[in-house]
């Protein structure tokens, strides 16, 4: 038995954490891989919650081990997500969600093509501006550079199989859970399906 693996990708300041938190919280047998990063915590982030915050160091050592199922450099800091834990879940038959950037989200697709890739976005880039500055959490420049990422971000949504407007949240997180029921009710493997109904 095997879970799935679903890939959510999206601009920063889109609501990705909030939507999969809601999703997270909503569905049975899904769990969420948190990344390392050596990003600085911000204000109300846990260890071990909503990154392992590493330094550099630490960091290039995992790399090197080959303990990152994916890892990228965004907007000047590195990320990357623990492989032990996602490949185990997965052979447990548990269904996972990698919240990573889109330059992952490709790695990802490369080695393991049956992932389920959805692109969260905002109803416009202006939106977007807006609810990083309403966020408070980056400054100006940090804030420029994110915006600068959204506008080529955008362009890759044609490399996922499922789009999510983030308009209003509730309507999304509705969407998000409707793609996962429907991917779980899908027949993947036909001949294995044709054998059982033999019996
Ligand atoms: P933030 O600094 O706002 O928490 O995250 C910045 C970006 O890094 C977001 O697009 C987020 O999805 C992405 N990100 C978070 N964790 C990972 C990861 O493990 N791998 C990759 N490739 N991107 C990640």
Redesign the pocket.
Known sequence: MSGLLFV??????VG??TLRREVVAKVHDLKY?I???T?SR?TGEMEGV??FFLDRETFEKMKARGE?L???R??G?Y???PRRPVEEWLQQGFDVI????????L?VKKNFPQGIFIFVAPPSLKTLEKRLRERN?DQGEEILL?MTNAHLEMKSIHDYNYLIVNDELEEAVDKFRSIIVAERCRIRDKTDWIEETKT
């Open positions: 959510i990708s999206g601009p920063s300041g990705k954490s891989s990344s390392c990063t990003r911000r909503d990154y990152f994916e890892w990228a965004v907007h800091n990320y990357g997500t990698l919240e990573i950037d889109i330059q992952g989200a790695q959490t994110r």
